[in-house]
Each structure stands twice: as C-alpha cells, then as structure tokens.
C-alpha cells in the first residue's frame, strides 16, 4: 500500500467533528466485505469472519446482507453485540474459565436463534462447560483448540488432543464442531514465505483431522488463520477462512500484506494544537486516540505529510517533526492511518460515519469495546 497516495478520506464538514475522532467509512468496509468473498469465489459459507477489529453490529448485518453467516469473535461481549446483530452462528474463540461460563450459557438461553461455540484445550474446561450446559439445559458447541505453533493457547495435535476430541465427542450439553487452529505467528511480509510456513503448520492438523475422521468421530469444519495467511487457507477446502483486521485494514497490515489489496476503511481525525517550534507540530492523538503498544515510529501514519517522523507521545498529545511545519496552523486537520486499527478502535466508544461523499451526519456506538454489555 503507498499510503501516501491514499485519498478520498477528507470529511467535508469537518468543523463539526470534534478531534481526536475515528472516522469510518461503511462504503469502504463493503469494497473489503466484496474482496473477502472473491478470495472464496463468492461462496460465503467458507468464511468465518472475525469481529474483534471492528466490534459494531452494523458491520456484522452488512456482512449477513452478504451472505455471510458464521462469525468469530473473542469476548463475551463481542458474542453478545454479534448475536444480537442477528448472527446464526458464533464461535467465542476463547476458552470459558470462571464466570465465563455461566455468561456463555446466558448468552445462549437469550438468544435461542443463535449456536454459539466456544474453545476447549483441556478436560477440566469441558466438564465444567458439560456441567453448566446440562444444568442449564442448553446445547453449546465446542472445537478442540490446537496448537499449530503459536504456543499460545491450544493443545497439540497427537494422543491427548485425540482423546480430549473423543472426550469432546461423548459429552452432553456440548456439541463437537471440529478443530480450531490459529496461526498469529506467521506474519511474513513475503506472501510465498507466509505459504510455506502456513503448510508447514497446518499439515499435522489436516493430519489430524483425517485421523479423526478415520476413527469415526465427526469433524465438521476446522476454523483456521487471520487474516495475514488468509488467502492460503482458502486453497484447503476443509477449512473455514477467519480473517478480521482486512474489514477495515491499518497501515501495518496494508504495509507488509499489500497482495492482498484491502482499502483503507478506518482513519483518525486530528488536529494541530500547538506548534513548538523546531519544525515540530503536536496533534491531539495521544496514548488514549491510538494504540501505543508498537514503538513510536509505529503508530500512526499520515497520508498527507509522508515525512513526519513521531519525536514524542503522552496521553493527549503527539509530537511530530516535518519541514513542512511552517504551512500549518494551530487547528489544522491531518487524517491519520493507525498503524494497529484493532486496539486503536477499541479506544473510541463511538465512530463518526463518513458517507462515500464525504459527509459525517451520524454516529455508531462501538458497544462492544465494553467487557460485558448485558450479561
């Protein structure tokens, strides 16, 4: 991605927003939802998005109005904002632990319409998952997270992961819908790299997968890969695809994975509210308007003034340095692209909607950047 021929992100009544913003542009988030459905050849039901970048149910209805009905998420609240959006289907990729498991089975008992799914990697989860299902004389579905070596979370595929899926298999209350496998720690810039290791990790679960099945047990699907080794685990058909960040992209993502060619849907507004001299200009983008945890060269980019180098950031402000300083005024706008869109938009408790003319003339509440919503 040149991100400094990015355009078309200019608000044209920009003196009713109020800096820091986040702006979003549903128009650009329907180009990516589009891009997602080429990669599959327009067959939905291979996708299994994930909700965690964008956390609104607007965008989940905008992909259901697409065809696409399985969603992936990682909180209880992204479960409940996406179920109450209308979702079918919905995997909590996370294992319940504590209160999570009773929350879960809250969500289920109040949306009856909806499966919901979670992770388990270990028998002391499941039978406390059997028990609260039973008790609550619900149905929950359950994939056996593996570990494809991430060495995250997961169990690794083998003898005790084979007998936790049998395990998984004769339980009540719970359903076995297959293997979830997540690969974060392939994030090579060069897309044959990211292939190759992408086979390398998924081998042994397709290996296990069959072994399963040779042994009579259902396995459904298996939910692999985000969004860096999405388009090779389109080319293995028992796979269900579940990128996330490519719904709305950021500047590192568009940065290392431009094969991929998702458009820019998420910006942030600042303004300049002071100028220190030194060819410095300090915006209004602080620790609490964009993620802070990559090194300060990598936070934020700005289209409009590609030399900007970041000298300082504290909770409200950023420093930055440029020799163009002397063209800008206290209270010029800059859009910036976040380096991390995932972390900086769970920042904001609303997004500012920008239509494809321009215009911002609404605001949607990002619920789901809460812990918890209802339950």
Sequence with gaps: MNISALSGHEVTNVGEVASPALLLYPHRVQDNIQ????????????????????????????????????FKCATIAEAEM?????????????????????????????????????LVDNSESLRALTQAATAEMIKLGAFVDI????????????????QLYRELCDSPGVEACGLHAYDGHIHDEAEAVRS?????????????RSELLAEGLPVPTVVAGGTPTFPMHVQRPWVECSPGTCLLTDAGYGTAYSDM?????????????????????CLDLGHKA?????????????????DAVP???SEEHLVIETCRADEFSVGDVFYGLPWHICPTLALYSEAAIVSAEGEVSERWPILARARSITV
Excluded: W
């Design 290 to 306: 964009v993620a802070a945890e990559n090194p300060i060269a990598n936070r934020v980019r700005f289209p409009a003034l590609p």
């Design 35 to 70: 891009r997602l459905l080429t990669f599959v050849g327009g067959d939905a039901t291979r996708l299994r998005p994930h909700v965690k970048t964008h956390k609104l149910g607007a965008i989940v209805r905008m992909q259901l109005d697409a065809g696409i009905s399985k």
């Design 82 to 118: 996406t179920a109450d959006a209308g979702a079918p289907d919905v995997l909590l990729a996370y294992q319940m632990v504590g209160p999570n498991v009773g929350r879960i089975c809250a969500l289920a008992k109040r949306f009856p319409e909806t499966r919901f799914s979670v």
């Design 147 to 162: 570990d494809c070596g991430m060495h995250r979370s997961g169990i690794e595929p083998g003898d005790a992961a084979r």
């Design 261 to 281: 060619e998702f458009v820019p849907a998420a910006f942030l507004l600042t303004r300049v509210i002071s100028k220190p001299g030194g060819n410095r200009l």
């Design 311 to 313: 000298l300082g950031q």
């Design 196 to 208: 190759g290791r992408s086979d390398v990790a998924m081998t042994p679960v397709e290996a296990f």
